[in-house]
């Protein structure tokens, strides 16, 4: 029997059948992802296989380093043939690690290809991918249909003119591109870039900036038209969560020192994060929006390879923090406090944290808006989407909170092959459940086992997010 088939990684009957019967067929929202809407609207065919799995990957190129392969046939000049080589031998050595079983699941759902991938066959694989890769089933947008997805959240930068979104939207492609709002130069500590930034929002807003309050409304206008174009969804990417309030008029001054192209303190820093962060949760709000918050990565961390290679390149790692409790909460009580908490997804990296996260979450939950769970514990994110880290996430969500209504998961990554990690993640939530109904913890009584199923696969994300709402800015 080839390794991927139904009952592959579920290990009892009730969770089988879960899958099978629902989870197995089920549309995806993919509401966080690093796709560009330029490439799907160029919808440009990939040379080979090697462009397709192995260009922009740093998961397969952290685990070919550590396999030994030279940096020339990870992101240098090698020929493809040599870069697919070396990848096909690193998938031997990577038995435990995801990127084994999301390599086999691509080729068995994209190319029917139920061999495993080794050095002894890979010549006839890449010979079988590359003759179906000339295909227009493996255009970027005819994948994104047979991967079956709903909606698609892109990663975009509060200066962009989202044409491409625009001329998606014209154009009647079946799967909705929305954009993102992801304004990590906001949080800029170097001065010079700050101020490059601000000119830039300023013409782009055609808004004068010379105090805090231009500044804020320079970047409400971004978000309105951002909301305009189908946004719903912010992200921001800190390495910690810090939490320092200041008074309007401390803020105003920490603001002038800005302008001035100051460098802060560590605490100033931390008094502008909270500062912006407060201001635009109640923009968000408003607008009804939901705000992603992912944190806990240190990046860049070899210097000598990110001058070599640049970022995204495979050099991040987790990071930890002291005091997050305390900060967390006291973030989130902030925004609370000024009527601006939105509906709000942590993605904690450090799995150490995962319970720390999960309880003070609990703490802001609130059925005013009709919101079920508005706060969500995000999916395991990164280091944590194993299975080890999906069930980890699980688990600590069941505990502390409500899995039923769990948004369930995200893609997060720059390739078009990618969305057979949902499919990994509803049979490791399959055997989850069906494990609880299996050992007798849970009753097994189909309608609330299909709902549930059917709730973190799809559902819950549509009724969250209201991709669909008309929300007035």
């Not at 969770?15 to 799907?40: F, S, W």
């Not at 397709?52 to 990870?74: C, Q």
């Not at 005091?323 to 150490?352: F, H, R, W």
């Not at 990164?382 to 996430?393: E, L, S």
Request: aromatic share 10%; charged share 25%; glycine share 6%.
């Amino acid at each position: 029997m080839a390794m991927i088939n139904d009952e592959f990684m579920i290990s009892n009957a009730p969770g089988r059948r879960l899958y099978a019967a629902l989870a197995k067929t089920l549309p995806v929202i993919d509401y966080h992802c690093h796709l560009e809407a330029k490439a799907i609207w160029e919808n440009r065919p990939f040379t080979d296989i090697t462009q397709l799995w192995l260009e922009g990957d740093h998961y397969k190129w952290r685990a070919m380093r550590a396999n030994g392969i030279p940096e020339d046939k990870i992101t240098g000049a090698a020929s493809a043939e040599k870069k697919f080589e070396a990848w096909a031998q690193t998938v031997e050595a990577c038995f435990g690690n995801p990127l084994y079983h999301w390599t086999h699941l691509e080729l068995k759902f994209y190319f029917d290809i139920d061999d495993t991938l080794s050095s002894k066959n890979w010549r006839q694989i890449m010979a079988q991918c590359n003759e179906r890769l000339r295909g227009d089933d493996f255009l970027p947008r005819a994948l994104i249909r047979r991967s079956n997805v709903e909606v698609l959240c892109t990663t975009d930068g509060p200066l962009d003119d989202l044409e491409y979104h625009q001329l998606l939207a014209k154009d009647g492609f079946a799967t909705r591109v929305l954009p993102t709002f992801r304004p990590d130069a906001l949080f800029e500590a170097d001065p010079v870039a700050f101020q490059t930034f601000t000119a830039a929002l300023a013409q782009k807003s055609d808004q004068s900036i010379t105090t805090l309050s231009d500044f804020l409304a320079a970047l409400e206008r971004r978000i309105d038209f951002f909301h305009r174009v189908g946004c719903r969804i912010s992200d921001h990417g800190p390495l910690a969560i810090g939490f320092c309030s200041l008074s309007r008029p401390q803020q105003k001054s920490l603001f002038m020192s800005r302008m001035a192209g100051e460098a802060l303190s560590k605490e100033e820093l931390q008094a502008w994060d909270t500062l912006i962060f407060i201001a635009l949760a109640k923009m968000y709000r408003r607008r009804g929006w939901a705000m992603q918050i992912h944190f806990g990565a240190i990046r860049n961390n070899n210097a000598l390879m990110l001058k070599k290679v640049g970022i995204n390149s495979g050099f991040d790692s987790i990071g930890d923090q002291v005091n997050l409790a305390a900060n967390l909460n006291g973030l989130l009580g902030a925004m609370a406090e000024n009527d601006g908490l939105p509906k709000t997804i942590l993605y904690n990296l450090n799995a150490s944290y995962n319970d720390v996260v999960a309880s003070a979450i609990a703490n802001f939950q609130s059925g005013e808006d009709g919101i079920k769970s508005p706060l969500q514990f995000g999916s395991g994110w990164w280091f944590n989407d194993t299975r080890r880290g999906m069930i980890n996430q699980l688990n600590a969500l069941a505990d502390q909170g409500l899995l039923a209504n769990f948004i369930g998961m995200l893609t997060d990554s720059r390739s078009f092959v990618s969305y057979t990690r949902h499919d990994y993640f509803r049979r490791i939530l399959c055997d989850l459940i069906g494990g609880w109904v299996e050992r007798g913890e849970v009753p097994a009584d189909d309608d609330i086992l299909a709902s549930m199923i059917r709730g973190i696969c799809v559902d819950n994300a549509r009724r969250y997010f209201r991709f669909d709402a008309q929300v007035q800015g």
